[in-house]
């Protein structure tokens, strides 16, 4: 019998929403983790690790949607999504700024 699938309820942050930069941060996130990773809002549920699935959700912010992993390194995975998410997709900006960029 598996685990019961890690899932995390989270609320688009940034004002832009979830456009195609962040979707890519999201997609790419999600692809290093072996887990399976969806994502819900409403009755719709989509596969976390595509950026065209994430960016047809049309997720505006303000928007609640809820991380869902189911494997090995479900609770990693949703973990890191949340703290994206949760930071606005300001990730990689702000590891710029400590480099000098």
């Known amino acids: 019998m598996s685990p019961p699938p890690i899932t ?3 609320v688009i942050q940034n004002p832009q929403g979830l456009h195609a930069r962040p979707a890519e941060m999201f997609a790419r996130t999600a692809l290093g983790f072996e887990s399976r990773v969806e ?3 409403g009755n719709d549920r989509i596969d976390g690790k595509s950026i ?3 960016l047809t959700m ?7 949607l809820i ?10 995975a ?4 949340a703290k994206l998410v949760d930071g606005g997709f300001r990730l990689d ?5 400590g480099q000098g960029g």
């Open 52 to 54: 065209l699935h994430l």
């Open 8 to 10: 995390r309820v989270v």
């Open 93 to 97: 900006e702000e590891r710029d700024k």
């Open 67 to 76: 991380l869902e992993a189911e494997g090995p390194d479900a609770s990693e």
């Open 78 to 81: 949703v973990e890191a999504l």
């Open 39 to 41: 994502v819900l809002r």
């Open 58 to 64: 049309g997720a505006t912010q303000g928007t609640e």
